[in-house]
């Protein structure tokens, strides 16, 4: 077999952020976001530990309906709603709440005949961010048409914040503001926050909170650690040594030769490349954690392996640990060296890294 990469997916981690997230609800409800495959930590894996959210939320009706094969029971919010007659149709007979944005959306579901009283609605306003949701002057049509139609249960609003991760950003105010400011008479809920917006933004806290990347342990902010914000990584991405190479001066690591040693040096080679999902934007200099030292990656990235500078680990050796993110190494510091964020790292861990769960109380 060799050496291969492994996703560790820590559930008492998970459960701490749970309950993170829950205190700063203040009594808010939970919508779980554990869309994209539980922001790559596989949905249905994430789902066995969030029973203490008040529901899940995904963006699309198929991953509703895995959640509801998987025999879970509990309310479901698909984001991204809902395009065909049939779509509807499939939504109300598995109970999913189902988010409505625009004209379209609301078209298909005036000439869908559901039975009544079967659907619960969220009605998207778009306060600010300019990507989903109905204009502000649009709600009184939108409520009035939904109301009008036999099959809806229930009406309730939400909005989703474009910034929140910058505290400083006055736009957040401004949207909570706009969400407020609308009649809000006709809704039996309503919601605003992501993970910053619990975080940072108490206006931004309503009847619902949406939480996602920071139940994974990722805080959303650039100017504060996940360990600040009391957060726990929940995937480790670990691998092993599976070559010890002794370069001389001047020799030049991996494809391209990016990288030129400048002096005799050992160069171990870890199996996690891109094909695994690895960044190959990730530069020289990028943290990796081997046995327990970080060392600086070297050279590019390969599809199945980086090379890292070993110089102050000199007993190096095949089968040694590598943690590529996670405990002791926080995904945000790889995504930053790379370019790219958390969310993006997690989404892209590769089917062929083998994925182990850790049970509370175990150890990987
Ligand atoms: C509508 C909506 N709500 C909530 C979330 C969760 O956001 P975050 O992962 O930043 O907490 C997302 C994620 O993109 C989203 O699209």
Redo the contacts with the bound molecule.
């Keep these: 077999m060799g050496y291969a990469p492994q996703a560790w997916i820590d559930h008492a981690a998970l459960q701490h952020n749970l309950k993170r997230a829950k205190r700063a609800a203040k009594g808010s409800r939970i ?1 779980a ?1 554990v ?1 994209a495959d539980g ?1 790559g930590h596989g949905m249905l894996r994430v789902a066995s530990s969030l029973g203490d959210a008040d529901g899940l ?1 995904v ?1 699309r009706l198929d991953e509703a309906l895995q959640l509801r094969e998987a025999k879970i029971q509990a309310p479901i919010l698909v ?1 991204g709603g809902c395009h065909t007659g049939e779509q509807f149709h499939i939504a109300s007979e598995a109970a999913l709440q189902i ?1 409505i944005h625009d004209s379209a959306q609301l078209r298909c579901l005036s000439e869908t005949r559901l039975n009544p009283q079967s659907l619960k609605l969220w009605i998207k306003v778009d306060t600010g961010m300019h990507r ?1 949701g109905f204009a502000t002057s649009e709600i009184t049509r939108v409520v009035a048409a939904l109301q009008a139609n036999p099959a809806v249960a229930e009406l309730n609003l ?1 909005t ?1 914040l474009a910034n929140a ?1 910058d505290r400083s950003d006055p736009a957040t105010k401004t949207q909570c503001k706009l969400f407020e400011s609308l009649d809000h008479s006709h809704f039996d809920a309503c919601s605003i926050a ?3 917006g ?1 975080l940072g933004h108490p206006a931004s806290l309503s009847d619902w909170v ?6 994974y342990g990722v805080t ?1 902010f650039a100017e504060s650690s996940a360990e600040d914000e009391g957060l726990l990584p929940v995937m480790t991405l670990q691998s092993r040594v599976i070559a010890v190479k002794q370069c001389r001066k001047g020799d030049r690591v991996g494809y391209g030769g990016t990288y030129t040693c400048p002096a005799a040096m050992p160069v171990a080679v870890i199996a996690i490349g891109y094909g695994d999902g690895y960044p190959r934007h990730a530069p020289s200099g990028t943290p990796v954690v081997v046995s327990g030292r970080r060392l600086p990656l070297v050279g590019r990235v390969s599809m199945d392996m980086i090379s890292v500078d070993a110089r102050t680990l000199p007993g190096v050796k095949v089968g040694d640990e590598a943690i590529l993110w996670g405990r002791g190494l926080p995904v945000e510091e790889i995504a930053g060296a790379a370019g790219t964020i958390g ?1 993006e790292l997690l989404c892209g861990v590769k089917r062929r890294v083998e994925f182990v769960d850790i049970g509370p109380g175990e150890e990987a």
Excluded: E, F, T
């Excluded at 949406?210 to 139940?215: Q, Y």
């Design positions: 919508w976001v869309k922001y939320a963006a984001m988010a989903l939400m989703h991760d992501n993970s910053a619990l949406r939480p996602g990347i920071m139940l959303p969310y």
